[in-house]
Structure formats: structure tokens, C-alpha cells
């Protein structure tokens, strides 16, 4: 069997607008990626209940400014920012720790340079003032694993005004940590699921603070996101493990 191949010269001008079409709209996408906005899928439940495992979220680049880390995959260069931008208290943050440059994390942002930060009792204090927290009651939640369970449920509110929801499963260790002071160029994360999270509060299984230039960028959105059923195996899952409620569904 032959293939025909026009090589006429209009034929051969078609076929190279065609490479070109396609090699533009891979440098767009990579530009996009690199510079703009990058997703990102929740594979674990350390921010539950804000952000679900099987949530796929937007994370803008430009929000931080840029660093070897932000510039993901390329990951090279010298280090510190450009067009740097200083986080929020707060902010939910995709970051590279030091011990793990490259591996993604997602947290929030709680520990500024220079603050304080200690967990006593399961409360949050911050520069020795412990933060609002106010009781939500037993929530039913859902785990990855499919199991549907009792959990103590919070809503936390920082000395910015930031305020979202934490749970508190059992007194753990993390509950009951040291003073943390945060260095200059460092900040200190939590996740939001306290007893289910390795963060900042440990060196052994967590990774200590975060230097400015690790961070990767701000989560703004869940723009699609699936349930512990879904599996590419078996594509009408797709369909019935789709979250609807979390569509193009924003985060605090």
C-alpha cells in the first residue's frame, strides 16, 4: 500500500503551516504553564476539608513572582525572585520544601518572617495569641478511602481576617508542638486536616519552613474534581465520580 503524499509546492507550504501551527501551540501552552497558570491534583487529604483528594486546582505562577521553582519543570537558575511578591497569611500555596525540592506540597501559609507560631492543645497560636476558634460540631466527611466518619469540625480565623475550616481528629503529636520562630525569608505551613498533615510543625516526616523562593505559586480554584471511585480503567466513572457541587469551585 502507498501513501500519497502531495509534493506539489502548495502541497509541501500546507504541510509545514501545519508543523508550525502545532509546534506554536506547544510553546503557547508551555508559556502558559511555565509562566501563567499551572494545574495541579490534590493526591492526598492533608487540607481537607478545602481541598478534596481528587480536586484539580488552578495555581497562578505570578502571584509570588518567579523563582527556579515556580518555572516548573524547568527548575534551573539561580536562586531568589524576580518580580517577587510577598504571600499573604493564609494563603493556600503550592511550594517545593527544602528536604524534597522536587516533590509539590500544598498548604496553607501561617507563619510570616519573624512570627511566632506554636500549637498548644490542638489551639493555634501566633505570636503567643491564640488564634479565633470557634466549634462547627461533628461534620459526617467521606475519606479517601470511601469510609464515611464523624470528624470535630472548626472554623479557624486569622489576625488578617482569613477564616476557613480545620479538623481536629485525635491528640496527636501535632497538637501540642514547640515555639517555631520564623526565620527572614521563610514561612511556616499547616495543612488544614491537623491530625492528617505533614507540614511545617515537624523535621521528621514534615519539612520545617519554607524559603520565599520554593513557592510555586497561589491556589486559586478547583476547576474539576472526583471522587475515591473514579478510575481511568473504567471511564464511566468520569461521569459518576464527578464532583459537580466543586466545579470551577473557589478556595479560602
Given at each position: 500500500m502507498?501513501?500519497?503524499?502531495?509534493?506539489?509546492?502548495?502541497?509541501?507550504?500546507?504541510?509545514?503551516?501545519?508543523?508550525?501551527?502545532?509546534?506554536?501551540a506547544l510553546l503557547l501552552a508551555m508559556v502558559i504553564r511555565v509562566a501563567i497558570?499551572?494545574?495541579f491534583r490534590i493526591p492526598s487529604g492533608s487540607m481537607q476539608p478545602t481541598l478534596l483528594v481528587g480536586d484539580y486546582i488552578v495555581v497562578?505562577?505570578?502571584?509570588?513572582?518567579?523563582?527556579?521553582?515556580?518555572?516548573s519543570p524547568l527548575h534551573f537558575g539561580p536562586g531568589g525572585r524576580i518580580f517577587a511578591h510577598r504571600p499573604s497569611r493564609g494563603d493556600i500555596v503550592v511550594f517545593r520544601p527544602s528536604s524534597v525540592p522536587d516533590k509539590d506540597y500544598v498548604k496553607r501559609l501561617i507563619g510570616l518572617p519573624g512570627d511566632k507560631i506554636q500549637?498548644?492543645?490542638?489551639?493555634?497560636?501566633?505570636n503567643?495569641?491564640?488564634?479565633?476558634?470557634?466549634?462547627?460540631?461533628?461534620?459526617l466527611f467521606t475519606e479517601q478511602s470511601g469510609e464515611t466518619i464523624e470528624l470535630d469540625a472548626f472554623a479557624e480565623t486569622l489576625p488578617n481576617g482569613v477564616t476557613y475550616m480545620t479538623f481536629d481528629r485525635n491528640d496527636s503529636a501535632g497538637d501540642h508542638t514547640q515555639a517555631y520562630e520564623v526565620a527572614e525569608g521563610h514561612y511556616l505551613m499547616l495543612g488544614d486536616d491537623r491530625d492528617n498533615s505533614a507540614d511545617s510543625r515537624f523535621e521528621m516526616g514534615g519539612f520545617g519552613a519554607v524559603p520565599f523562593d520554593h513557592l510555586v505559586g497561589k491556589a486559586r480554584f478547583v476547576f474539576v474534581s472526583f471522587d475515591e471511585t473514579t478510575s481511568l480503567i473504567k471511564p464511566w466513572t468520569l461521569i459518576t465520580g464527578f464532583r459537580g457541587d466543586r466545579f470551577v469551585h473557589g478556595v479560602n
Amino acid at each position: 500500500m502507498r501513501l500519497n503524499v502531495d509534493t506539489s509546492p502548495a502541497g509541501l507550504t500546507a504541510f509545514w503551516e501545519n508543523v508550525k501551527t502545532i509546534v506554536y501551540a506547544l510553546l503557547l501552552a508551555m508559556v502558559i504553564r511555565v509562566a501563567i497558570a499551572q494545574p495541579f491534583r490534590i493526591p492526598s487529604g492533608s487540607m481537607q476539608p478545602t481541598l478534596l483528594v481528587g480536586d484539580y486546582i488552578v495555581v497562578t505562577k505570578w502571584s509570588y513572582g518567579y523563582s527556579k521553582f515556580s518555572m516548573s519543570p524547568l527548575h534551573f537558575g539561580p536562586g531568589g525572585r524576580i518580580f517577587a511578591h510577598r504571600p499573604s497569611r493564609g494563603d493556600i500555596v503550592v511550594f517545593r520544601p527544602s528536604s524534597v525540592p522536587d516533590k509539590d506540597y500544598v498548604k496553607r501559609l501561617i507563619g510570616l518572617p519573624g512570627d511566632k507560631i506554636q500549637v498548644i492543645d490542638s489551639v493555634l497560636h501566633i505570636n503567643d495569641e491564640p488564634v479565633t476558634r470557634v466549634p462547627l460540631g461533628k461534620l459526617l466527611f467521606t475519606e479517601q478511602s470511601g469510609e464515611t466518619i464523624e470528624l470535630d469540625a472548626f472554623a479557624e480565623t486569622l489576625p488578617n481576617g482569613v477564616t476557613y475550616m480545620t479538623f481536629d481528629r485525635n491528640d496527636s503529636a501535632g497538637d501540642h508542638t514547640q515555639a517555631y520562630e520564623v526565620a527572614e525569608g521563610h514561612y511556616l505551613m499547616l495543612g488544614d486536616d491537623r491530625d492528617n498533615s505533614a507540614d511545617s510543625r515537624f523535621e521528621m516526616g514534615g519539612f520545617g519552613a519554607v524559603p520565599f523562593d520554593h513557592l510555586v505559586g497561589k491556589a486559586r480554584f478547583v476547576f474539576v474534581s472526583f471522587d475515591e471511585t473514579t478510575s481511568l480503567i473504567k471511564p464511566w466513572t468520569l461521569i459518576t465520580g464527578f464532583r459537580g457541587d466543586r466545579f470551577v469551585h473557589g478556595v479560602n
